[in-house]
């Protein structure tokens, strides 16, 4: 990654971090997060390697966390790692962070049992390769569960107001090097199962229709949240 694309989106979510909270929808739905994420990972044992990849403030990492597997936390923005250090802090959950960007994180081939990325794979440059290196990073049978969607960036009208300022801000940042990221617009649900095909995934499973109501009312109603295998 150039040190320019990597400087705008460390300072975007860094600037974001201590109020990400506030609109994130790991918090509006957090019983409905945790329900799926539970229902999404039962098939691995208590205990299990999991790293998370663009952690932010922990939305998948506190979860897993709870559930007694041993996570690592990995995110760009070290603002982000603060806020998730604090939230496990708190719980007294042990959480491994490294502020990193994930295309310099050293994975070890058939290492993790599960690893988690949430609203990350749009912001990368080069989300094949990631996929491809989580792919090799996990066990054989091991998951990988992702989310993501189809983010509009550019209507604002969509835009809750809570969010004008981080919205300005991150158009301030993102629109100069969108071209850098090939999945700025978003993931399409049609999309992201051949991309994981790609990179050695089967054995799909969508959780989407697990939430009662969508967690991104008005931001966009084309998101997914699939697990996979190796
Ligand atoms: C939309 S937020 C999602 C955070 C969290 N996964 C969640 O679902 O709430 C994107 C996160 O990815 C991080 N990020 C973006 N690019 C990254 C990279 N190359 N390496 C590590 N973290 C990155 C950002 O700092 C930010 O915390």
Redesign the pocket.
């Known amino acids: 990654?150039t040190s320019d694309l990597k400087d705008r989106?460390r300072t975007y979510?860094h600037e974001r971090a201590a109020a990400f909270d506030e609109t994130?929808s790991?918090r509006r739905e957090a019983a409905a997060w945790e329900r799926i994420l539970t229902l999404a990972t039962s098939g691995i044992p208590k205990g299990s390697r999991v790293l998370d990849?663009?952690?932010?403030?922990g939305?998948?990492a506190l979860p897993m966390a709870r559930l007694g597997h041993r996570v690592t936390a990995?995110?760009?923005?070290p603002a982000?790692i603060e806020q998730l250090e604090a939230h496990a802090l708190r719980e007294s959950l042990e959480i491994s962070t490294v502020c990193?960007?994930?295309?310099d994180l050293p994975m070890r081939d058939a290492s993790l049992d599960l690893v988690t990325i949430?609203?990350?794979l749009w912001?990368?440059p080069a989300p094949e390769r990631l996929l491809s290196r989580v792919s090799r990073s996990l066990r054989p049978g091991g998951i990988l569960l992702i989310a993501d969607g189809f983010w509009d960036h550019d209507v604002r009208e969509h835009v809750p107001d809570d969010v004008h300022w981080s919205h300005n801000r991150f158009l301030e940042l993102y629109c100069p090097i969108a071209e850098q990221l090939p999945l700025y617009r978003g993931v399409r649900t049609t999309g992201i199962e051949q991309l994981m095909t790609e990179a050695g995934f089967n054995a799909f499973h969508h959780w989407t229709e697990h939430f009662e109501r969508s967690p991104y009312a008005g931001i966009t109603d084309d998101f997914f949240i699939l697990t996979a295998s190796v």
């Open positions: 990654m989106i979510w994130a790991h990849l663009g952690a932010g403030t939305a998948c990995v995110d760009l923005a982000m990193a960007d994930v295309d949430r609203n990350v912001t990368v």
